[in-house]
């Protein structure tokens, strides 16, 4: 676990942006109710149960938390009842899923629960924490965000280092002001769907820690 030297940048850093974030949080659910039930029932139709994909990441001081989203691929096997390939249990519904970002929505229940934060740096897998180089696990020295600074520069078509460094730079300005122009730039990536490749995030994760490891 990183040792958190990180001070907080003036009152909102420290008192307001965990209030901003319950509020909205709780607010968006209400407003969001309805759409968040039709999506539930859908993927229950077409996709099965659990209708919530459940699974651990690391958040602020690195304590593990399970972020909650929205299944997006099916149980199918082969004839040996192993799971199939992740691109041939993705069916055009969870490509929908994924490419509007409504898979996320369910992680406003992470921001209630006080796991993570409107903005911030992504949580990643707990795989990765042992790869990470002292400088970069202070990435989780702030809750992890629902979207973030690297996600507005690139998202998955960053190289790894890159989206770290971001993180960094993030942790180093936070301001209202900033979180502010974060979230009004992912309005505008998820309404004309740019810098999306579904599904590379985490295998290129995967890969950066392999030529980590050797």
Do not use: C
Not at 2 to 27: C, I, M, R, T
Not at 37 to 53: C, E, Q, Y
Not at 77 to 84: E, I, N, Q
């Amino acid at each position: 676990m990183s040792q958190n030297n990180h001070k907080a940048h003036g009152p909102y850093e420290k008192f307001f942006k965990w209030l901003f974030d319950v509020v909205f949080s709780f607010l968006a659910l209400l407003i969001l109710s309805l759409i968040l039930l039709v999506i539930a029932i859908l993927v229950r139709i077409k996709l099965g149960s659990p209708v919530l994909f459940k699974q651990e990441r690391p958040g602020k001081n690195e304590k593990i938390f399970k972020l909650y989203k929205f299944r997006t691929m099916t149980d199918a096997r082969d004839a040996k009842g192993r799971l199939l390939s992740d691109e041939k249990r993705l069916t055009r519904f969870g490509r929908l899923l994924r490419s509007s970002s409504l898979d996320e929505l369910p992680e406003l229940f992470n921001i209630l629960k006080g796991d993570m934060s409107f903005v911030g740096p992504r949580p990643l897998l707990v795989e990765y924490l042992p790869y990470y180089t002292k400088k970069e696990h202070h990435r989780h020295d702030v809750r992890p965000g629902l979207t973030g600074w690297a996600q507005v520069n690139g998202r998955n078509l960053l190289k790894w280092n890159e989206k770290l460094n971001l993180d960094l730079d993030y942790i180093n300005k936070v301001s209202l002001l900033f979180d502010l122009k974060i979230i009004a730039l992912t309005v505008k990536k998820v309404l004309f769907r740019e810098d999306i490749q579904m599904g590379n995030d985490l295998k290129f994760g995967r890969l950066d820690v392999e030529r980590r490891k050797r």
